[in-house]
């Protein structure tokens, strides 16, 4: 089994910054593919950015140029890294993780989400 924990959500103005992190835990698994996931109210949720272990990103195009997505393969945690943040940043934030795991085999995980709102 694997827990992903997420913080650093919150309140933010226009133009700010946040970090938001994701740690999973567990036993007997290999994180492949880590990445997050958002969705604001009355809307489809979107995929906002992955990282693939040993390298590769990809990020939604409202995103690019704004966000990083980086990893601490030693320490199973993703980091996405969020500058200059409008309005429409707002929603909730979750993030994912692709692993392999030694009994059960290839499975996907969830973080529990956390809230992101950008004002003007």
């Known amino acids: 089994q694997v827990q992903l924990v997420e913080s650093g959500g919150g309140l933010v103005q226009a133009g700010g910054s946040l970090r938001l992190s994701c740690a999973a835990s567990?036993?007997?698994?290999?994180?492949?593919?880590m990445g997050w996931y958002r969705q604001a109210p009355g809307k489809q949720r979107e995929l906002v950015a992955t990282?693939?272990?040993?390298?590769?990103?990809n990020y939604a195009d409202s995103v690019k140029g704004r966000f990083t997505i980086s990893r601490d393969n030693a320490k199973n945690t993703v980091y996405l890294q969020m500058n200059s943040l409008k309005v429409e940043d707002t929603a909730v934030y979750y993030c994912y993780t692709l692993v392999q795991a030694v009994v059960t085999g290839a499975g996907v995980y969830w973080g529990q989400g956390t809230q992101v709102t950008v004002s003007s």
């Open positions: 990282t693939i272990s040993g390298g590769g990103t």
């Open positions: 567990g036993s007997d698994f290999r994180v492949n593919t």
